[in-house]
Each structure stands twice: as C-alpha cells, then as structure tokens.
C-alpha cells in the first residue's frame, strides 16, 4: 500500500504522488515514513526529503518548513523548496560566493542582513550539496546518509 | 433637441472617456493577470496549511493544546479582519464586501471591532458607523508574506491578550474572472465545521482521532506553527481580494467602455438627423430664395 506524499512550498506545488517511502529530515533527525505511520507533526530542518518509489528516487531541497504526515498522506510544508534535478548549479554558486565574501567582511553578527546571509550560505550549501549527491541521472539512486 | 455644436462636443467627450475606460481595463488585464498567478502559486500552501491547522484543532483535548485554539466560554468582543481595496472604479468589489459584512454582523450581539485593509472599505464601514480599530493601506501592488504578516500577528496578538474573543477573516474569494466571492472565515479561534469539503483531496482518508506525535514538542512547534499559519491564510486573503479587485475593475471599465461606445453610436444618429434637418434646411432657404429670385425675374 503506498503512501501519499505531497511537497509545496510557499510559492508552488513540488511534488504529488502515491510513493512507498519519504524520508525527511527534521529538526531531531531524519525519518523514513512508511505507509501507517502514526500522525506526526514536525518541524524541518534544511535538508533533503527523498521520496522514493520502485526503483525510482527524487530528492528535494528544502530550508526549513513543516512537516504533517497522516497515516495515508505526508504533507511537507516548506519554507523554500526545490527539485534537486532544477537546481541551477551556477547561480547557486554564485549564491554561495556573494554570502562568502559578505560574511569574510565581518558585518556585525546579529544585523537582520548578516543572518540574511548567513542563511542564504547555508541554503546554497545545501543546494550544491545536494546536486553533488544527488544528482548523476535517475538510474543510480544513491543511498541516503544525509546527516 | 440640442444644437449640431453642443452634440459634437458631447459626442467627443463621450469618446474621451470610452478612451480613458479602455486604458484602465489594459492596465486592470495585466494587472489580473501577475495577480491571478500570484493566488494561484501560493493557494496550494494555504490550503495545506489550513488543512493541517484543522487536523491539529481537530484533535481531541484541542482546548488545552494551545491558547489560540481555546474556545472561550464567554464572546465579548469580536474583531473582523475586512479586506477591501484602496481604489475604487472597481464595479460593486468594494459595495459587495461591505453589504456583507453587514449582513453578517449587522445583528451580531457583541460589539465588533474592525481591522481593514484598504482605504475604500474603511471609509464604507466608518460611514456605516464601523469601529474601526487599525487600518492598514497602500500595500504594494504584489505584496509578499512580510508585507503582510504583520496583519494577522496584530490579530494573533489582540486575540492573546484577550482584547477579543473570536475573529473573524472577510475577503473576496477569486473563482473567475466573471466571479468572485465574497467568504468568511474563522480566524480564531479555529473551528471546524461539519462540512469537510476538503476531506476530499485525501481520498478514502479516514477521519483522524488520534492525537499527533510532535517533533520536537508539542508547544514549540504549535507556537511556531500556529500563528504563522493564521498569518499565512490573512495573506492568501489578501492576494485573493487584490486578485478580485483588479478582475472586478477590468470587468467594469469594459462595460464603461461598451456603454460609452453604444452612447456614442446614438448620439452619432441623433447628431445625423439635426446636421441633415440644418441641411434640408438650408437648400429649402435657397431654393426658396432662387425660386423667388426667378419669379422676380420672369
């Protein structure tokens, strides 16, 4: 029996589909949640949700967000989230190399801008990481040991 | 009936305005069209949203959960969220809203505060003797969830201290372009009414009962979650209204344009008949005159 898994964000809907597992990662560890899974509500942390059926894997990013997850339906409500295979390497790098060089600077730690920042260096982090990880085509679904 | 001159100078003026009507419904269709695909994006996670709000309220010993989801004993005031527009020139968007909201709390039996957002509605409601409490106007044309959080914290926040009891959300719900609706809302604290409608989405969903295992606990995430969500659906209302007005305006400013077109094609027959009556006039006078002048002759 599957179990339903449906991914928005704030801005658009990711992902909706019967799938066996979803793995996501929240704020005190990341769970697998298989189909009659008792209701939970969780916050998230920035990682991956892996949704995963037959052979076939696709992994999402998302910064923070909310997860609902019903014995019959996973809802992840995330703050920001992205289809690793859309993730455009080159601005997320260049994401990455704004935030550097701002934070080498060494802007006052608690101004809303360097906590801006500080969170778009983690958010593209997490991107390029997982583009490395993730993405090499459909075929070879990597094994999961997100942190 | 009105002299040739005056009629041409009628005639142009209607003109200028069926001019000025269509341009505005030019800038209302773009204008539609960013606001229809902003609602559009962000329905999804609203309604998530509020699914999950109502999941949560909809747990048993929901009133010992949390302060925002207690349902008080005794309503002494309540607090309506109004969301109008700032501008008018919009059709019946602004009068809809208004009449009901009236209708709804015309006969309401505790006193209503109101927050609104737009000008239009303010003033509506402060000349129905309203009691308007905070206003907020000049959004921006496509608001983000900052610009407007603030909104539903201050509605979270009167809630928390007790100023009010319940509150409620009223906006204008886009279906279409040809329609939009005015809906209410239970804002806070949540209720759940019997007809499910969006049960539906979850299939053979069986109802819940059981209460949620929460990570990391159940009070930090509630705090975060709860009023962020009833935020969030102020939002979304916000972008459904703005979406409405400018659907409300277009359909408006082209119906201004089709009257002033079908004005000026009546005026154009009645200005025919007067220049040919001068006209028929002027060759009997001459005619006339020739006639004579002949006969003079002769």
New interface residues.
């Given amino acids: 029996m599957p179990i339903?898994c449906?991914i928005?964000?704030?801005?658009?809907?990711l992902y909706e589909g019967d799938v066996d597992i979803v793995v996501i990662p929240?704020?005190?560890g990341v769970m697998g949640i298989l189909p009659n899974h008792?209701?939970?509500?969780?916050?998230l942390n920035f990682g991956v949700v892996q949704v995963r059926k037959g052979g076939d894997e696709e992994n999402f990013t998302v910064a923070g967000g909310?997860a609902?997850i019903?014995?019959?339906?996973v809802?992840v409500?995330a703050d920001r989230a992205e289809n690793v295979e859309d993730i455009d390497i080159s601005r997320a790098e260049a994401a990455q190399q704004r935030a550097k060089e701002y934070m080498e600077k060494g802007p006052p730690p608690d101004s809303d801008r360097y906590l801006a920042m500080s969170a778009a260096l983690h958010r593209s982090n997490l991107r390029l990481d997982a583009v490395r990880r993730y993405r090499k085509g459909k075929k070879q679904a990597t094994r999961q040991t997100e942190e | 009936m009105a002299s040739a001159r005056e009629m041409r100078l009628r005639i142009q003026s209607v003109k200028n305005i069926a001019q000025v009507t269509r341009a505005l419904e030019a800038v209302s269709a773009s204008k539609v069209r960013k606001a229809v695909e902003q609602v559009e994006n962000t329905r999804p996670y609203a309604n998530k949203a509020w699914q999950v709000l109502r999941h949560v309220a909809g747990q048993p010993g929901r009133s010992t959960l949390h302060p925002l989801l207690t349902e008080r004993t005794e309503v002494k005031n309540t607090l309506v969220l109004l969301i109008s527009s700032d501008r008018g020139l919009a059709g019946a968007y602004n009068t809809n809203i208004i009449r009901f909201n009236m209708q709804n709390f015309k006969n309401y039996n505790t006193p209503t505060q109101y927050i609104t957002v737009g000008r239009k509605g303010r003033d509506l409601l402060m000349r129905r003797g309203g009691n308007v409490v905070a206003e907020f106007s000049d959004l921006p044309a496509a608001p983000s969830f900052m610009d407007v959080s603030s909104i539903g914290h201050l509605a979270v926040e009167e809630f928390l201290k007790g100023n009010v009891d319940e509150v409620y959300l009223v906006y204008t719900d886009y279906v279409s372009m040809a329609k939009q609706e005015p809906v209410i809302k239970k804002l806070l604290p949540l209720e759940l009414d019997d007809s499910d409608d969006l049960v539906q989405e979850y299939g053979e969903q069986q109802k819940i009962a059981a209460a949620y295992i929460y990570e990391p606990d159940a009070e930090e995430i509630l705090n975060e979650i709860i009023p962020r969500f009833t935020a969030l659906q102020v939002y979304q209302a916000t972008l459904e209204s703005l979406a409405s007005e400018h659907a409300a305006r277009m359909v408006a400013m082209r119906n201004a344009t089709d009257n002033a077109h079908e004005l000026v094609g009546a005026l154009q027959l009645d200005y025919n008949k007067v220049r040919q009556q001068s006209i028929t006039g002027d060759i009997l006078d001459i005619a006339g005159g020739a006639e004579a002048l002949a006969q003079s002759e002769r």
Avoid: W
């Fill in positions: 339903r449906e928005v964000s704030q801005d658009k809907t929240g704020t005190s008792a209701p939970l509500l969780t916050t909310v609902e019903q014995p019959n339906i809802t409500l």
